[in-house]
């Protein structure tokens, strides 16, 4: 063995000459590198064409783009050959924004915009400081002054007729601004030396866990009225949002819960050493090291919960998903729902795609 | 939150022996633990008050009741003058028929997908990571509407495709040949079973003989004889029949065979493809994860490239592989909640309309929280224990 290492450098083996044509090399290297591998990218290749063919016939080709107001026949004349994307100019105000009145609909417009933008500052890493709170609390209040009204001379709108992409934003955003907090609360409860403390995060986290966001949501809608004293009731949307948060906590708090576990026991003795109390201990020492461990994998919860937020359909909510599938019970449209669905499943898909894009980015750098 | 102070604190009274910091714990979990029973307490006492306003006594005693709900789609008998514990039990197996067949088939599709993205073809690994992008960053809802959507748009049965013959895709669902299975032909498949555990008995055997002298014994013998020639004999002997029954076109709708209805197919189809994206990544992980001096160390050994897979690389794999499997499979067993959306009778949708018709809230939840978690401790319990052989055995 020693032989082999005491050995001066060999040339490295010579490289395989580069010759012929480098668009030729590259197939031949990831296309056609064994008989098998030829005839599979063969038959891949048949398939592909033959689906992307069928798409641009149905999808371009044959589909109808544009039809006078109210009037589907043009649609109804190439069903079943060509798409129908005339609904789309047809419905997408009733879509992105529901029965908000039509004359003040630039209001959740720019509500979703504002959400936007909060979200594009928050991915920033420069920004990430304590002023980064204030700014959430300032969006937040400027969006609900905006789809409330009612001051600065807007005019009132009231929740049952929200609707639409403001309302999806709203219950994701609303639901992890506060079921964060309440995650990392639960985190620490479920890490604390306090056995009650302790066995109360474990119930909470588990028995949420343990039943589907369905049931839940349920509960929220069906059972709520039961659970409060009679005469006491709240705003369906609301109660679907407390749904929502109690659920994203739970979640949440799992999350938070490894990356704490991943604070090596040294930070937290020398916190104590330094005479820190519990809560400043946790706030200056453990949790930010604890949140930057776990950072992309709050961001898949993130889409997660982005995602989850359509099931509110079932209890009546009328979000992104509702309104799509409200705006085709118009008979003259109802036969054309595959296209309201691609729409909006391409406005999902831009969301939690920036989104998982972003968190493939921070996994990335996050080792350097 | 334990006492800082090395010195033990001076013992003498009950109290004395709680220092300053075990006060403080003391305090807070008093507190937090009374303001949880407070709510617990506030939300019972107003919900007794509100049940019996509405006349509504608690108790299990309503599910001894006729349900008249009917269930469209199932696999036990039923019909709508059943008791509501009944239509209940028939929710369950709907939902486990829907969760255990889409597990299994999501692994399947979830694995190839995972291995393509790894595949030295350019074209396949792009096409791969293509359908996990897609399907993961669209709602399963949505997609689970747009599947059933594309299901009601298939032509009448009268006018149904034949993507094989025997196989028909109608607006009806999907319809296959099928093979009645009675008592005899249960016999044939118990027997089947039993070969196949006695072959994996075997097979361990045979490997701990090898690890003791090295020489390397057949397993296919035992293979065919346990798998094939035994079932094979027992089905002669008790002279089984395994006539295929052929579905045919009566009317509007079909006769014989096997139907999984729109709403059954939509389903699964859904479900699998959602949950086969995220196992495709696990799947995927998993295998990258081991290091390449793994392969390279098997290759040098000169191992064949399918017994190096079997016996090096899939093992480590495995273990990295297993405990988030554990919770894509809760996920799909969750998810197939959703079916209340497009009219399939799973447990939730059950128990859905039950709580409309008694408004028994209570109980219908506790009944639903229960079904959830058995099955959850079920999955864990199982994924635990396959996880413990997997797991790496430390000398």
Known sequence: MTAITDMPDLPRAARRPQIGNPVLRWLRTNLFSSIPNGILTIILLAILAKGVIGFVQWGIAHAVWLTPANDSSACKAVRGLGACWAIIPEKYRFILFGTYPFDEQWRPALSVALFIALFYLSSRRTLWRRELAFLWIGALALISVLMWGGVFGLSFVSQDRWGGLPVTL?????????????????????????????SLSVLYVELIRGVPLVSLLFMASVMFPLFMPSGFNIDKLLRAQIAIILFAGAYLAEVIRGGLQAVPRGQYEAA????????????????????????????????AFFKDTSLVLIIGIFDLLTTAKTAIIDPAWQQFSVEVYIFVAAIYFVFCFAMSRYSRSLEATSGR | MTSDDPRPPPRHSFFGAL??????????????????????????????????????????????????MPIADSLLAY???????????????????VAVIGIVLATIL???IGVSRLSANWLLSRLAALYVEVLRDIPLLLQLLFWYVLMQGLPAARAAWRPLDGVFLSNRGLILPAIPIGMPQLWVLGTFVLGFIAFLAIGRWLVAQQ????????????ALGLIVVLP???????????????PQLRGFNFVGGLTLAPEYFALLIALVTYTSAFIAEIVRSGIQSV???????????????????????????????????????????KNSSLAVAIGYQDVVSVANTTLNQTGQAIEVISLIMAVFLTISLGISFFMNWFNARIALAER
């Open chain 2, 211 to 222: 690890m003791r002298d090295g020489k390397p014994r057949p397993a296919w013998p035992f």
């Open chain 2, 79 to 97: 019909n709508p003058r059943d008791s509501y514990l009944w239509a209940f039990v028939v929710g369950v197996a709907n939902t486990l028929r």
């Open chain 2, 110 to 112: 979830g694995t190839l």
């Open chain 2, 19 to 68: 220092g300053p910091n075990e006060l403080k714990g003391l305090f807070w979990q008093v507190l937090v633990v009374g303001i949880a029973v407070a709510i617990v307490v506030f939300l019972w006492s107003n919900t007794v008050t509100n049940l019996s306003a509405r006349r509504i006594t608690t108790g299990f005693a309503f599910l001894g009741r006729e349900a008249s």
């Open chain 1, 170 to 198: 709203i219950l994701a955003t609303f639901g992890l601004a506060f079921g964060f907090p309440l995650g990392i609360l639960v985190a620490l409860g479920r890490r604390s030396k306090l056995p009650a403390i302790r």
């Open chain 2, 232 to 246: 094979a004999a027992v089905s002669l002997l008790l002279g089984v029949s395994w006539t295929i029954e052929w």
């Open chain 2, 291 to 333: 290091p390449r001096g793994q392969w390279d160390a098997a290759s040098a050994l000169g191992l064949r490239r399918s017994f190096m897979l079997r016996q090096i690389i899939l093992p480590q794999a495995l273990r990295v592989i297993v405990p988030p499997m554990t919770s894509q499979y809760l996920n799909l067993t």
């Open chain 1, 272 to 303: 104590d050493a330094l005479g820190l109390s519990y809560w400043r201990k946790h706030r200056l020492v453990v949790l930010p090291q604890a949140i930057r461990h776990v950072i992309p994998p709050l961001v898949n919860t993130f889409i």
